[in-house]
């Protein structure tokens, strides 16, 4: 019983010290981040980090992101319920969860499996898929949102040609040690818009290297 107030105090602590500081407003995102215990998301060794204000890394590339960047962007993606969402690194499955929360389905790729046993079981709508962070996508039809859950050097024009009117990407772009967490949006006409949303640094996504980019 212990235990388990001791971890709700850590998620109210996470949410008034860490998700409030990151200029989150959103009471949707705000309960997600009440409703998902990030301790049930990660691998057992680090749960006495799990709601610490750090990145949790899973491995080389991959990484369970601290609580106030995970409640940015989805605060930033404004998920609708009868959107669809790709999700580019699935990591641990935490945003994976907050987003299918959101939204009408999520189709989530990754190189390696981090899902902890028995989450998958507790997800709806979600279609886990393992590929080339590359290519995975590429036969999976059009969607609302995407979200590269990783760092890359550039955006593929392949992948913004999968973004629908009116949808918004996600990504963390550029070179370490100084990378931008960038918001790009599809207008109604087709053309794309960029918003920078705060500066950071991540793991690059396996075989994510591109030299193709995409200029606005």
């Keep these: 019983m212990e235990s388990i107030m001791n971890q709700e105090q850590a998620r109210e602590n996470m949410v008034k010290q860490q998700v409030r500081t990151w200029e989150v407003t959103d009471p949707r995102v705000m309960e997600l981040m009440y409703k998902y215990p990030r301790e049930e998301f990660v691998p057992e060794s680090w749960r006495e980090l799990a709601y610490a204000d750090t990145n949790i890394v899973l491995d080389d590339s ?3 992101l601290f609580p106030g960047m995970e409640a940015r962007i989805l605060q930033a993606l404004n998920v609708q319920a009868d959107e669809a969402v790709l999700e580019i690194g699935t990591g641990c499955a935490y945003l994976t969860a907050m987003l299918a929360d959101l939204s009408g389905n999520v189709t989530t790729l990754d190189t390696e499996d981090h899902v902890q046993p028995g989450i998958r079981k507790k997800l709806g709508n979600i279609h886990f898929e393992t590929g080339s962070i590359k290519e995975g996508w590429q036969d999976k039809g059009n969607f609302d949102v995407i979200v590269l859950n990783g760092s890359v050097q550039s955006i593929p ?3 913004l040609e999968k973004l629908n009117a009116g949808g918004r990407l996600f990504a963390v772009i550029g070179e370490q040690p100084a990378m931008s967490a960038t918001l790009i949006s599809r207008d109604a006409d087709g053309s794309l818009s960029e918003e920078i949303l705060f500066e950071t640094s991540l793991p690059r ?8 980019a995409f200029n606005f």
């Design 205 to 212: 996504l396996t075989n994510a290297e591109q030299k193709e």
């Design 62 to 64: 991959s990484c369970m």
């Design 157 to 159: 024009e392949g992948l």
